[in-house]
Nanobody, 121 residues
Framework: QVQLVESGGGLVQAGGSLRLSCAASGNIFIINRINVMGWYRQAPGKERELVAN???????VYADSVKGRFTISRDNAKNTVYLEMNGLKPEDTAVYYCNAYAVVGLRHNYWGQGTQVTVSS
């Protein structure tokens, strides 16, 4: 199995910045076959939504709401994905979850425990 451990959440004022990190550990056979790593978020009373993801080759996808403010990056050697968040807004307040997707025969979808990001106005 694979574990995802997130760090970097916290409380910040509007306009501020935070950097989230997510490191994968565990079954190295599966980890080396993780294609997509990314971040989702879930605000109270809302569904979980994609924030951004990144393929092993460096392709990225962003939610329209974060384009131009957030940057996702990935270090395959460290099995880590990062989310640099700038120009934070109160509506960015949510629990942010790391996600990793691999196909090793079957599809494997892993989630981190979540990290709280709170943006005060």
């Amino acid at each position: 199995q694979v574990q995802l451990v997130e760090s970097g959440g916290g409380l910040v004022q509007a306009g501020g910045s935070l950097r989230l990190s997510c490191a994968a550990s565990g079954n190295i056979f599966i980890i080396n076959r993780i294609n997509v790593m990314g971040w989702y978020r879930q605000a109270p009373g809302k569904e979980r939504e994609l924030v951004a993801n990144c393929t092993r080759g460096g392709g990225t996808v962003y939610a329209d709401s974060v384009k131009g403010r957030f940057t996702i990056s990935r270090d395959n050697a460290k099995n880590t994905v990062y989310l640099e968040m700038n120009g934070l807004k109160p509506e960015d307040t949510a629990v942010y979850y790391c996600n990793a997707y691999a196909v090793v025969g079957l599809r494997h979808n892993y989630w981190g425990q979540g990290t709280q990001v709170t943006v005060s106005s």
